[in-house]
């Protein structure tokens, strides 16, 4: 499983604004791999990308409605209203702290 977060200076950061992401790949409830990358795209462009790059789930501080339907499209589940250190949000994530937005 691939967990994404758009990521700045070590904090998770606003989808929109965003020119970094966090890729942290997960297995057997623990992080094996990080990767950092610049996509530069926007928009649908990024959800795109994302999806490409086997993202399964996406953890943001704020999700508007277009960027919910381009993740529903494309089958990538949700996570919203969070804010903070990313290797810290990982850390809450793996016991189980956050889940999906419905």
Same mark, same amino acid.
């Given at each position: 499983m691939i967990l994404a977060m758009p990521y700045k200076h070590g904090n998770i950061d606003g989808f929109d604004d965003c020119k970094l992401f966090a890729l942290y790949h997960l297995e057997n409830n623990q992080v094996v791999k990080k +990767? =950092?990358?610049?996509?530069? &795209?926007?928009? @649908?462009? =990024?959800?795109? *990308? =994302?999806?490409?790059?086997?993202?399964?789930?996406?953890?943001?501080? &704020? &999700?508007?409605? +277009? &960027?919910? *339907? @381009?993740?529903? *499209?494309y089958q990538i589940d949700y996570i919203s209203g969070v804010s903070g250190e990313a290797d810290e949000l990982i850390d809450r994530y793996l016991e189980g702290e956050f889940q999906d937005d419905e």
């Open positions: +990767d =950092l990358v610049k996509p530069n &795209l926007v928009g @649908e462009e =990024l959800v795109e *990308f =994302l999806y490409r790059s086997q993202v399964n789930q996406l953890m943001v501080p &704020l &999700l508007s409605d +277009d &960027l919910k *339907f @381009e993740l529903d *499209f």
